[in-house]
C-alpha cells in the first residue's frame, strides 16, 4: 500500500481566570489561574485536536464538540482527543508527528514541557520523540504579553494505516 502523508494546523486560545485548574498538554500545573472554557480549557489538546482533524480532512472541533451542548460542560480534553483519534482511525490515518508552541507569558513553561510532551505522547500513541513541545512568551506583547490568557499552535502529520 502507498503510504499517504497529510498535515493539519491548529490554533486555540483561552483566557485565563481565578478559580480554575491550570491544565496543559493534559498535565494539571500548579498556578493561582487557570484557563476559562466550556471544558477544561486545555488549549494545548484542543489544537492538537483540530490539527488531527484538519490533516484528516474532518469536521473541526467546535463542530464535533459544540460549547453548546451540555455533554461537553467541564469534559476532559483527554476524552475529545481521545474521540478524535477514533474518527481519524476511521478515516484510515494514525497520528505520525506533533509539533507545537504554547504561547504563554506566564507560568514559566519550560520545567513542564517534558511532561506535556509524555503525556501527548501517551494520548496519541506515539513514541516521545514524535511529540515536541515548546513554549514561547509574546514577549510582553498584546493580551498574550500581559498573561490574560495563553494559546497553541500546532501542527500534526498523519498516515494512512491498513484497515484491520
Ligand atoms: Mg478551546
Known amino acids: 500500500m502507498a503510504t499517504t502523508?497529510?498535515?493539519?494546523?491548529?490554533y486555540d486560545i483561552h483566557r485565563l481566570a481565578e478559580g480554575r485548574r491550570l491544565v496543559l498538554?493534559?498535565?494539571?500545573?500548579d498556578y493561582p489561574l487557570g484557563l476559562l472554557g466550556h471544558s477544561d480549557g486545555d488549549v494545548v489538546l484542543h489544537a492538537v485536536t483540530d490539527a488531527l482533524l484538519g490533516a484528516a480532512g474532518l469536521p473541526d472541533i467546535g463542530d464535533l464538540f459544540p460549547d453548546t451542548d451540555p455533554a461537553y460542560k467541564d469534559i476532559d480534553s483527554r476524552e475529545l482527543l481521545a474521540t478524535a483519534i477514533e474518527k481519524v482511525a476511521e478515516a484510515g490515518y494514525?497520528?505520525?508527528n506533533i509539533d507545537l508552541i504554547v504561547h504563554a507569558e506566564k507560568p514559566k513553561l519550560s520545567?513542564?514541557?517534558g511532561a506535556m510532551a509524555s503525556s501527548i505522547a501517551l494520548l496519541t500513541g506515539l513514541g516521545t520523540s514524535a511529540v515536541?513541545?515548546?513554549?514561547k512568551t509574546n514577549e510582553g506583547?498584546?493580551?498574550l504579553g500581559h498573561a490574560d490568557g495563553i494559546a497553541c499552535t500546532a501542527t500534526v502529520s498523519i498516515v494512512n494505516k491498513?484497515?484491520?
Open 25 to 29: 498538554g493534559g498535565v494539571e500545573i
Open 132 to 135: 515536541s513541545v515548546k513554549a
Open 111 to 113: 520545567e513542564h514541557k
Open 94 to 96: 494514525a497520528p505520525n
Open 162 to 164: 491498513p484497515k484491520p
Open 5 to 10: 502523508f497529510r498535515v493539519g494546523i491548529g
Open 141 to 143: 506583547l498584546g493580551p
